[in-house]
């Protein structure tokens, strides 16, 4: 018992050491060993967390009350510190290990690198908020920032002329709260626009600005560490256990997969024509259009729009119908399918070859894999159409002209942009404010589009804990019967829309 | 006017005499040098010249003063640039592996173009300056020196006349030079109030709250503005001009009464500062006006490069013959640019015979060449007009190399102290 008791004490000193703060700089990478299972855990729910951050960072204005909540709920029930709680060392470790993993998995390229930056910004400047201003500034000291606080009689000396200076400054906040003086090259984004007292070489920061000045730090000091990092992957790369993870993480879809089909044989071929239009993503829409057109499409379309065709449900003999039934209106004969294309629909289903039960697409893998050419029709139209062409089609979809610009791709947007734009048209669509979901998968959108016309959404549901990591709690903001009527009128503005294309 | 006439076809013959007489190569190469404190500072800085029919070299470089001299005498630039310290020498850039040679360090610069105030002068456009727009300089220098001293902490400042139609600022301190690109372009926008082109009418923008560096530059330009603009720039003389003033947007409620106001407004300028009563946008229009006529126009695009390439000080301006000569602001109200010698002033200075030297001359034969060399040029230009400006520039120099012993002490201390450290453990591991 004595032996054990000595022990606990030993750990208990040893975790007051080592993460004693509940934020960190992630300045220092761990150096402990870990099993594989936990590097993978640690992982994965990381990368969930930052997802999360970014979803509720796209459909909440950051920092408002909302977006605090969100973030707050989706924070605890994935097991990261932010509040600072007494027991919170495992936590901490996690929050440790995780960071430096997926550091791995996304120094690679300038796209993963400035996605994960964004991201783990974002939850940063959530976790700094939420600490006592006290904690702000140990956490400021103990990081060897060298922000030193103005003293109480300078503060009165430049009173007007701070006030003057910083936006939403009055003569009470700088009595009562601290006012930072940091050199102006660590304030260049205030110091440029104006927007802060400068003497004699030093920025006066009050309080609720230290914080955009921080973040700049970790930014800075995250970038270098990654460009770091790129440079000694190959010596991890080449470990055959880490390998396989760390490229699947930076790819990773961390939702439902939808290879095991809950609806099988519930729809039938008649139907696919009206759901289409109801409750098909853009780019299957777009697939589904050219097939009947077309009497035909080629491989990757065949692929992507298959593989989602078996995520709603069709069964292998539906789907040979199907494909067969439209090739066939077309230049290939009833043989020529059964020789050339019956085949690959089978392998689709995981009934040739390897078996392998394929999964349908996730929206990264479309934007990602096999960009489109002359002649294909399967891609995401956010990514792969014409810019000017996509402008019109979101001018249908009546996104404001402020809201185009925003969404619409740019060199600079970020792959996961895309999957927003085209839940956008959900929301137009269902005329929701909040579609409760964010999209990271075709499948889910007809999911989500499906369980909304049968009105299976109530205000405020509770959303069970199976289904948390696709989706957050819905809150419909108009109910469901008023909804259909005007669904069924913008429904026929899309329709039309589709028939101009 | 102790100004000769200047001949831009004489250059040719005025510039080696220049070069090897008057050029003040010692204080130059002081300059450049920093003090030694950080190695190989002068040896890896570019240097441009522009030589006869325009031929333009980049990447020169020089290891010692005396090769600077000889090459500069070799080759006798029309024009000498100043760039950026990089991480090789530059004269050898080509021999370095790609993507590692890189500007590292470089003064922070700023250049005020008369040019850019075409819109608000009337006396002069283009290259010309007078004496009467040439305020639009006092007032630039004086904003911009106070701005990058008392906000930014800067001491170090040169300024010199571009030779024409400008001046330029270096920024020597230590921490200015080691300023990254973003760094750069943030000091140069906090600096810049005058914003737009040929399209905007209304260039400056106030709002409240109103920062303590607009207000520090008003009271500057405030200081400037009834002289300058009502009567040198006589802004308000004919209707055209008025029109053109009242073309940025006045309330228009004020216009009738202005119209009729400002022919007056020569004595009742004051009057208009102190309209309190015009409550929304617009309400700073006066002081936006003031601002739009006088204050500094920058290009942004000078001061954000760390490897851009600026005029050096003592170049000869080739147009004008003028040099670009260091401006001292203690007499910047009586500075005047047409005073500023020319090159062909000073060689024909040279030329004017001094008896009392011919002895000294037979004396220091004796010393080495570089030495006397360098005796003879102080010599030099202390007989001609440069001499006062190459004063300006010795202070500027001094008040610098006390900051670089300090530097050094500091250096040397730190050695000190780690050596006692290690003596130290050393005597504890033994015993």
Known sequence: MQFSGRRKKLIGNFQNDLYDQCLQFYGQPPLENISLTEFETFAVERLKLLKTVENVGVSCVKNSEQYTKKLDAEISSLNFPHRGGISEYE?????????????????????????????????????????????????????????????????????DKLIASSYGLSGTKVEEHDVYKVPFQDALDLVRTRKVYLLAGNAYIPHHEIVTIVLNDFRTRLSKALAMTARSLPAVQSDERLQPLLSHLSHAYVGQDYSIQKNIGKISLEQIDALSGKSFPLCMRHLHKALRENHHLRHGGRMQYGLFLKG????????????????????????????????????????????????????????????????????????HSDPELLKQKLQNYKVSPSGINQVCPTTSTHLTRFSTVCVKGFLKLNLVEDAGFSLNHPNQYFTESQKFLSGGRDIKKEVDMSQRSQENPASVTHPSQANSKQAHEEMGDLDSFFQDE | MPTSDYDPACLPDLLPLYY????????????????????????????SFTLKDDIYVRYQSFTTQNELEKEMQKMVPYKVDIGAVYSHRPSQHNAVKSGTFQALEKELVFDIDMTDYDDVRRCCSAADICSKCWTLMIIAIRILDRALREDFGFHHLLWVYSGRRGVHCWVCDDAARKLSVAARSAVAEYLSLVKGGEETLRKVVLSDPIHPFINH??????????????????ILCSKESVDKVLSLPIPVKFHNSLCQFWYHIKKYWKYLSCSHNIKKGGQYFDKEIMLQYCYPRLDVNVSKGVNHLLKSPFSVHPKTGRIS?????????????????????????????????????????KENEQEAGERRRIRDYKRTSLAKYVKVFDRFLEAMARSWKGEMLKKSGELETSFSVFLTFMSFTYT
């Open chain 2, 325 to 365: 000569v260091p401006i001292d602001l203690k007499e910047l109200n009586t500075f005047d640019p047409f005073e500023v010698p020319t090159i062909s002033l000073i060689c024909e200075e040279l030329e004017r015979p001094r008896a009392d030297e011919a002895e000294e001359d037979d004396v220091k034969d």
């Open chain 1, 91 to 159: 936590k901490r470790r996690k929050d440790h290990i995780s960071h430096f993993i997926l550091r791995l998995a996304y120094c690679q390229t300038e796209d993963l690198r400035r996605w994960f930056i964004q991201q783990e910004m974002d939850l940063f400047r959530y976790r700094f908020n939420c600490l006592h201003s006290k904690h702000k500034t140990d956490f400021l000291h103990k990081n060897n920032l060298k922000y030193e606080t103005v003293s109480a009689e300078e503060k009165k000396n430049l009173k």
């Open chain 2, 217 to 234: 530059s008003l009271s500057v330009v405030e200081r400037y503005f009834q002289q300058y603009a009502i009567v040198e720039q006589d």
């Open chain 2, 20 to 47: 090897r007489r008057l050029f003040p190569f010692s204080q130059y190469y002081r300059w450049l040098s920093y003090g030694g404190v950080s190695k190989n500072y002068f040896q890896n800085r570019e240097f």
């Open chain 1, 312 to 383: 709603i449900g069709l069964t292998l003999e539906q789907a040979l119908q199907f494909w067969r039934s439209e090739f066939v209106k077309g230049k290939v004969d009833a043989d020529k399918f059964d020789k050339a294309y019956a085949y690959s629909v089978r392998h689709m289903f995981g009934k040739e070859g390897k078996r392998t039960d394929y999964t349908p697409y996730s929206c990264m893998k479309v934007i990602l894999s096999n960009p489109p050419s002359q002649g294909d029709y399967h891609g995401c139209p956010f990514r």
